[in-house]
């Protein structure tokens, strides 16, 4: 496996002064207190960062109108364009400690196609409430976002998805979500190889992490194997493009390739030079997406 990725990353998070201060609490309570660590480390596990007050207001939507559903012990927010005719709604989503101004540049891309864009926060990011979150309450969410806009009579002509919540888009369509069309995003294979990227990150032992992915899957009731390209692509059965840049330091374009791989028809775009979130903003990518989700 190729660590560069996890490599990159720890060295990026290692640099900040909260993660060292961080690390030393996590390796003392190894030494003095084992199963706190384990209860400490799942907490920061399951925290978003950067933490989601940097992002509860995001100027870019300003004209936009928010809603709030509650959603389990938290909620999620929706925010939809101004006023126009009725069209098919794209629901776009952002990755792990993202925020839905990120999505910004793809709905002005789909509006003037006759497509209504959709940006969400999701649970525990930017606006919307709680203060952790995890890979598979993202799953539910989008099935339950795309639930309701169906029950309100929208059509929901596609999804398009970032990092992590592409990893949750794959596995809710794989459990046959409704929509026809899905544009993953810099897509990350492993949920578990992001318990090592985390591990690394702030220095806790193998069996600290193995208890506490052992924690998450015991109170979410399912295996983190379970979210990776070979268990959902067969199942999806949805048009789905891929897209995903070849010096994506966060997620590795092999994960791409393992989707490609696994999902039946799907295709996959690569990048250059745009790295894992100025894919968000890149002409060529925004008009690649708005023919897959019109086609």
Same mark, same amino acid.
């Given at each position: ?7 990159? *990353?720890? &060295? ?43 992002? /509860? ?17 938290? %909620? ?8 126009? $005719? %009725? ?12 925020? *839905?101004?990120?999505?910004? $540049?793809?709905?002005? *891309?789909? #509006?003037?196609? #006759? ?30 976002? +795309?639930? /309701? ?6 059509? +929901? ?5 970032? %990092? ?8 809710? &369509?794989?459990?046959?979500?409704? +929509? $026809?069309?899905? *544009? ?16 690394? +990150? ?63 028809? &799907? ?10 979130? /100025?894919?968000? /903003? ?14």
């Amino acid at each position: 496996m190729d660590t560069t990725p996890l490599k990159t *990353a720890s &060295a990026y998070y290692q640099a900040n002064p909260t993660t060292r201060w961080l690390r030393r609490a996590l390796g003392l309570s190894e030494r003095l207190w084992p199963a706190l660590a384990v209860h400490g480390a799942n907490r920061l596990f399951c925290t978003p960062l950067p933490p989601k007050w940097l992002h /509860r207001h995001q100027p870019a939507l300003s004209t936009w109108t928010p809603s709030t559903w509650p959603f389990e012990q938290a %909620s999620i927010t929706l925010y939809e364009p101004p006023p126009g $005719p %009725s069209a098919p709604l794209v629901v776009l989503l952002h990755g792990w400690g993202g925020h *839905a101004a990120q999505m910004h $540049p793809l709905a002005r *891309a789909l #509006g003037p196609q #006759g497509l209504r864009p959709v940006l969400v926060d999701m649970p525990a990011h930017g606006r919307s409430q709680g203060s952790t979150s995890n890979l598979p309450q993202f799953a539910r969410a989008i099935e339950y976002l +795309v639930a /309701r806009l169906q029950q309100q009579g929208h059509e +929901v002509r596609a999804v398009v998805a970032h %990092s992590l919540a592409a990893n949750a888009l794959a596995y809710a &369509a794989a459990r046959g979500l409704p +929509v $026809p069309r899905l *544009a993953l995003l810099a897509p990350p294979a492993s949920p578990y190889a992001y318990t090592r990227l985390f591990a690394q +990150v702030f220095g806790i032992s193998e069996q600290t992490r193995v208890r506490m992915q052992q924690m998450v899957e015991a109170r979410e009731g399912i295996l983190m194997r379970q979210f990776e390209p070979a268990a959902v692509g067969p199942r999806v059965k949805a048009d789905t493009l891929i897209i995903h840049d070849r010096e994506d330091r966060i997620n590795r374009f092999a994960d791409a390739e393992a989707y490609r791989d696994a999902i039946g028809g &799907a295709r996959l775009m690569e990048t250059s030079g745009l790295g894992h979130t /100025r894919l968000l /903003r890149d002409d060529d990518v925004m008009r690649a997406v708005v023919a897959h989700v019109k086609a």
